[in-house]
């Protein structure tokens, strides 16, 4: 018998296939964004509480009203001067004696916060107010928080705050894990994260 | 000599696309194992915040998405166009919370169950009002780890 070769395959089509499965799951994938804001709700206290007195000028106001605008300590503000204003008040250091701050760079008035472990933010929203703004000011208030705290990482351990924790949460990076988790509490602790907010 | 035909000169020779379908798997490939398939279809208008401070929320199963804002336009005649909370594939009350939570955490092994995080994504028209009282819901059940989920870029654009 005569040897019959096998007839080669067209493969000329492939490639509308294959740009059709492609087509199909571009449209049909949508990329979700798994990036935001972490924050904690306060738990609800079943007991009564003594609120703990706190003084008038501890407290950094801010408040948005329905009609997206925004007041900072009575005053009326911009929203891209509530950054400056934040850090400003969070780095203040007003205080003398056991509430001195000896980390602080700001002015030192005594109207403003005596330290950052007792400087409170505390937010208010109308339920007219729109989200957008909302995570606006969010956003700004915590990046006031990142930037003191990273500038006091850079301080004491020459690397950013963002960088020891991703080093952190690297498996591949070489060091020891538990001095760099005291570095990073130790400036969450001269830095703490105190944004409250009044329903 | 006829033999030797002399190469006709100004033809370009044909581009070879055999490796066409190559490029064009490579490039599904990517795709299929860089995107994840919405596990919900929305139906409420969802366009996120913009934020610059974010922080990137890892360990996919552990997260319950609770998403509020103003009905798509085909629901609106049922729903009117005032915002509302969805939760899994159909639009429900704040009451209803309390029992989705529960589901969830049912869902999950015990052990992790501390570790639930609620994904808010709110549309970025939504009022403040139905938010905070989604919150308060939320603090009731004692979920109190949420994640405001906004997207990357400068709070400028935010409006």
């Known amino acids: 018998m005569a ?17 059709l499965l492609l087509i199909f799951f571009l449209v049909t994938t949508t990329i979700e964004t798994d990036t935001g804001l972490n924050r904690r709700l306060p738990p609800i206290d079943d007991q009564e509480v003594e609120p703990p007195v706190i003084r008038q000028k501890n407290i950094f106001t801010v408040l948005i009203n329905g009609k997206n605008q925004l007041m900072v300590e009575e005053e009326l503000m911009e929203l891209k001067d509530l950054r400056k204003a934040a850090v400003e008040f969070l780095d203040n250091g007003g205080g003398t004696g056991d509430e001195a701050c000896t980390y602080c760079k700001g002015k030192k008035d005594p109207k403003s916060s005596d330290n950052p472990d007792k400087a409170i933010i505390s937010l208010k929203n109308e339920r007219e107010t729109k989200y957008g703004m909302y995570i606006s000011v969010q956003n700004e208030l915590v990046a006031a928080y990142n930037q ?7 301080e004491l351990y020459g690397i950013s705050l963002k960088e020891m924790e991703a080093n952190y949460n690297d498996v591949n990076w070489i060091g020891n894990k538990e001095t760099l988790k005291e570095k990073i509490d130790r400036i969450k602790v001269e830095y703490p994260q105190k944004l409250s907010e009044v329903q | 000599m006829a033999k030797f035909n ?7 020779p044909a581009i070879s696309t055999a490796s066409l379908p190559d490029i064009v798997f490579m490039l599904l490939f990517f795709f299929m194992v860089a995107t994840t398939m919405r596990e919900t279809t929305l139906k409420i208008e969802n366009k996120l915040p913009f934020a610059d401070q974010v922080e990137k929320l890892d360990k996919k199963d552990l997260i319950m998405y609770i998403y509020i804002g103003k009905p798509q336009e085909a629901f609106q005649g049922q729903y009117g166009t005032e915002s509302r909370i969805q939760l899994n594939d159909k639009f429900a009350e704040l009451v209803d919370i309390k029992s989705f939570i529960a589901s969830e955490r049912a869902s999950k092994r015990e052990e992790l169950v501390p570790f639930l995080t609620v994904a808010l994504k709110v549309d970025e028209n939504a009022n403040m009002g139905l938010v905070s009282d989604v919150k308060q819901e939320l603090r009731k059940e004692n979920a109190l780890k949420i994640n405001y989920t906004t997207k990357k870029g400068d709070i400028s654009e935010n409006r």
């Not at chain 1, 040897?3 to 740009?19: L, T």
């Open chain 2, 6 to 12: 002399k190469k006709k000169s100004g033809e370009l």
């Open chain 1, 3 to 19: 040897k019959r070769s096998a007839p080669e395959v067209n493969a000329g089509s492939m490639a509308d296939i294959a740009f």
């Open chain 1, 148 to 154: 003191l705290r990273d500038r006091r990482a850079t």
